[in-house]
Each structure stands twice: as C-alpha cells, then as structure tokens.
C-alpha cells in the first residue's frame, strides 16, 4: 500500500475504503477520486461527479442528513476540498452522525497540470477540520490508519475527517457511467428504492 517515497497509494486506499462495503454510499469527487472509487468496482450506490468542483462535501452532507440510516463516505482531492473550506464549518455545525470525509491528498491539482496546492506548502486540511469542530480528524500516512478509517467510515460516530496523504501518481483512467440522468437515476433507485424513477 506504501510507494518507495514512504506514500499511500490512492487505489489501495480507496479498494480498502470500500471492501466489504455493504450498503455503503460513496460520493466521488471529479477526478481522480471519481477513477480511483471506480477502479474499486462501479456500484450503484457510487455517485461520481463529473463536475462541480468544491461540491462533493456538501452533496455528501445533504444525502447524510437525508439518509440517516445510511452511511455516507465523501471521497474527494485536496484541490476541490480547498474549493470548499466552509463545507467543513457547514458539517461540524449539522453533525451528521453517519459521515465521512475522506480528503486524498496528493498536494497537486491533477486535473490541470499537477500543480502544487496549498498542502503542499504546509496547509493541514485534519486541522482545520478540527478547528472546525469534526469530533473525529485524521492524518492518515499508514496503512494500519486506513484500516482504522475504514472502521469509521462503515461503523464510527460522526461525523470524521480524513486527510490521506497519497503519492502523486498518474495513474490509468477507470472511468464510471458518464451520462449524468443514467448516474442520477441508478443512484436515486438504489437509495430509494425502484418505485423512486417512477414518482
């Protein structure tokens, strides 16, 4: 799971995430947390954003506080999660119990270059969070860490927080269903049940 610069590796963070995920949500950030939930196996209970940057906290909130009885795990970047800094207010003042907040950190804005963020000049995203008032915030460098986040996200008490440092690896694209009515209504079926497409 470690690269030889002492790294998680993305992927093995994400298929750990998601093992035996039962009914577990997943919200994907675009990008390459949208590649890597699907690289973990496409699932009707994924819903990957194709865009929307800065939205995927809060869509995670949104269906959290919809969906009590659900387990909702937010995967996203760095980049979009510095889009959206006052998402980790909104969250720590709603306390959803059932949330999860898993931030990939590899300090670059892969989608437009790789370009260093601000992580990568020190900015702790765990931090904050916990300024922020996450009961639970991590900062996640080891496999056993991730082990112990997937706890959380499947069984924990809400809401957590996730910084996880990744290496910064381009890695092939696994791309998930890119029609979004196809994504929305599997998603809000496998939520809600089928009879939800016809109401």
């Known amino acids: 799971m470690m690269s030889k610069d002492g790294l998680l590796h993305r992927r093995a963070v994400v298929a750990e995430l998601l093992r035996d995920r039962s009914d577990l949500l997943v919200i994907a950030g675009l990008g390459a947390p949208n590649w890597d939930v699907s690289a973990a ?16 906290a809060m869509i995670g ?14 995967i996203t970047g760095d980049g979009e999660m ?3 800094l006052g998402a980790l207010a909104t969250i720590a003042a709603q306390k959803p119990a059932n949330l999860t907040v898993c931030v990939l950190d590899n300090e670059r804005f892969g989608e437009t270059g790789m370009q260093k963020t601000h992580t990568a000049y020190g900015i702790d ?8 008032g996450f009961p639970k915030s991590l900062l996640v460098r080891e496999a056993q860490q991730v082990t112990e986040l997937r706890e959380c996200a499947h069984n924990g008490t ?3 927080f996730a910084q996880v ?33 016809y109401n």
Do not use: C, Y
Request: hydrophobic share 50%.
């Open 41 to 56: 196996g496409d699932h009707p209970n994924n819903f990957p954003l194709w865009g929307a940057m800065g939205s995927a």
């Open 61 to 74: 909130l949104g269906l959290a506080l919809a969906q009590p009885q659900r387990r909702v795990l937010v």
């Open 82 to 84: 510095l889009m959206a």
């Open 125 to 132: 995203l765990a931090g904050i969070a916990k300024a922020a």
């Open 158 to 160: 809400g809401p957590t």
């Open 165 to 197: 440092k990744i290496d910064p690896e381009a890695l092939p694209f696994v791309l998930p269903p890119a029609e979004g009515g196809i994504l929305k209504n599997r998603f809000r079926a496998s939520v809600l049940g089928e009879e939800a497409l």
